[in-house]
């Protein structure tokens, strides 16, 4: 059975949404407090925080699914994942200049952490590449 759209219109849509809003809401929430664990060495509890924030994001993306965001047709998906490694492919330009201008505002390791971010969406771009090629899609 299809999940998507399957909330759309029905009398549990509000609840759906609710979850959808916690789930989400809850892994940006996660990803905020690993960042700070890192900082002060609770590398364990950021773990810990990481794997549940995955799980969270995964289960925000499935009852958007159920709400009907998002698209269900196969070509589409392919256009959309087309769209993000065409932003991951993209993004070191526009990376780089934000670091700069955080550079010349004298916070080198704030730019520090945004230029560590640039192989990581590089990387990003070359795992979607990986899966076009499998499948024998195009980027362009």
Same mark, same amino acid.
């Given at each position: ?13 509000? %609840?759906? +949404? ?19 664990? +890192? ?13 549940? #924030? ?7 993306? +499935? ?11 196969? /070509?589409?998906?392919?256009? +959309? ?12 330009? #526009?990376? %780089? ?6 550079? #010349?505002?004298?916070? /080198? ?24 090629? #499998? ?6």
């Amino acid at each position: 059975m299809a999940f998507y759209g399957s909330a759309k219109g029905a009398s549990f849509e509000d %609840q759906i +949404r609710l979850l959808h809003t916690a789930e989400v809401k809850g892994s940006e929430e996660y990803y905020v407090l690993i960042a700070q664990a +890192r900082e002060h060495g609770l590398n364990d509890l950021a773990d810990a925080m990481q794997a549940n #924030a995955n799980e969270d994001a995964a289960h925000g993306g +499935r009852y958007a699914s159920m709400l009907g965001e998002g698209v269900s047709a196969e /070509d589409a998906i392919w256009d +959309r994942a087309r769209a993000f490694w065409q932003a991951e492919a993209s993004a070191r330009p #526009a990376l %780089q200049s934000i670091a700069d201008k955080v550079r #010349a505002a004298g916070r /080198d390791d704030i730019a520090d952490a945004i230029e560590d971010t640039i192989p990581e969406e590089e990387g990003h771009a070359k795992r979607l590449e990986a899966v076009f090629k #499998a499948h024998g899609k195009t980027l362009k």
